[in-house]
């Protein structure tokens, strides 16, 4: 079983950033694709930004040039940098861990953007 956890996230004004974290745990072995997907109220879940196990980055044209994707340092985890943020940017960013054909799902965390 494999287990996502987040941090980051919370409220930032237009403009501003934050940066989001994830780390995957359990029955794993190698390093495998990353990403970041999210929700706004009344929206379908959509993708933001995902990483290859090799490290090249793939990103919504919504949020290319803005958005930085990175693996962390420890095995399994993945950074999102958000920059120059917009109030449309405002969502559930869940972060998505695919693994031996399965996909697993972060909890969700909430970025406000508004003033």
């Known amino acids: 079983q494999v287990q996502l956890v987040e941090s980051g996230g919370g409220w930032v004004p237009p403009g501003g950033s934050l940066r989001l974290s994830c780390a995957a745990s359990?029955?794993?072995?190698?390093?495998?694709?990353m990403g970041w997907y999210r929700q706004a109220p009344g929206k379908q879940r959509e993708l933001v930004a995902t990483i290859s196990s090799a490290g090249n980055p793939d990103y919504a044209d919504s949020v290319q040039g803005r958005f930085t994707v990175s693996r962390g340092n420890a095995r399994n985890t993945v950074d999102l940098q958000m920059s120059s943020l917009k109030s449309e940017d405002t969502a559930v960013y869940y972060c998505?861990?695919?693994?031996?054909?399965?996909?697993?799902w972060g909890n969700g965390t909430l970025v406000t953007v508004s003033s």
């Open positions: 359990g029955s794993i072995f190698g390093s495998w694709p």
């Open positions: 998505n861990f695919r693994h031996l054909g399965a996909t697993y």
